[in-house]
């Protein structure tokens, strides 16, 4: 079932997008060689209780860590550890926060210092493909429009999207419907309508779409070892232009 927000829902939603914004952020503000990954977990932690809200991730199918933390070939869910942040490395941030019951769910993909002309065409193309699909997100289209735009995109450039990670509808719970692949599937694609909120996530690999999990249950690589970016926004529909709810607070709490 898919949830249409009303007023108050979407007051929720815009808060708690903000706070999430703003956390991301801060904890890419701090990413730099010599840097843990563990490191940039406590810093959320930090920022995110600060701000009043609490992680959407830790505990979450027993996920262990405040933010999911995902380093070159990695694509999503990577653990927080000893690892330190070299020069060069790429370093995926996915933030989420539970904020008065609602959740705002956003990432970004960063250089260490700097990076390499394909990490950095990897970046650029899979941060405009999140804003190409969320140009698609009108009411009276269908989620498919998201995912041929985004797909077309990426791949219009030389790159891929991972099937097995898809974007998804986001409100109370992470995970809502409707699902919203970074491709087309060929199923049946739901309306859009105003009211919905989306989490809008382009996944995209340097290399071939094929990814897997490592032994850790949770850090998903690419099978190739090239490296992935993230890039994600949580988005209102509205009988307008699509409301991008997790830009930083303009006001963050004090």
């Known amino acids: ?77 990577g653990l927080a550890n000893d690892r330190r942040l070299q020069f060069g490395d790429i370093v995926s941030l996915d933030v989420g926060v539970n904020y008065h019951g609602y959740i705002g769910d956003t990432a970004r993909t960063v250089p260490v210092g700097g990076c390499s002309p394909l990490a950095q065409k990897l970046i650029d193309v899979t941060e405009r493909a999140l804003y190409v699909g969320i140009g698609q997100a009108v009411g009276g289209r269908r989620v498919e429009d998201i995912s041929r735009a985004i797909q077309h995109f990426v791949e219009g450039n030389g790159f891929s999207v991972v099937r097995e990670f898809v974007g998804h509808g986001v409100g109370r719970t992470m ?54 970016a993230h890039f994600e926004h949580t988005v209102l529909l509205t009988d307008a232009e699509p409301e991008v709810l997790t830009w930083p607070a303009k006001t963050a709490s004090k």
């Open 1 to 77: 079932m898919i949830i249409l927000k009303n007023e108050r829902d979407q007051a929720g939603m815009r808060a708690a997008g903000a706070v999430a914004g703003t956390v991301l952020d801060e904890v890419a503000a701090v990413v730099a060689p010599g840097v843990t990954t563990k490191d940039l977990d406590a810093y959320a932690a930090e920022r995110i209780k600060h701000h009043g809200g609490r992680s959407a991730f830790l505990g979450y199918r027993k996920y262990p860590c405040q933010l999911c933390i995902s380093v070159n070939e990695e694509v999503v869910h």
């Open 175 to 228: 995970h809502e419907e409707p699902q919203v692949p970074n491709y087309v599937d060929g199923k049946p694609s739901p309306r859009l309508r105003a009211g919905m909120t989306l989490a809008i996530e382009p996944m995209v690999n340097a290399g071939g779409p094929a990814v897997r999990v490592l032994g850790d249950g949770w850090t998903v690589v690419s099978q190739d070892g090239l490296p992935s």
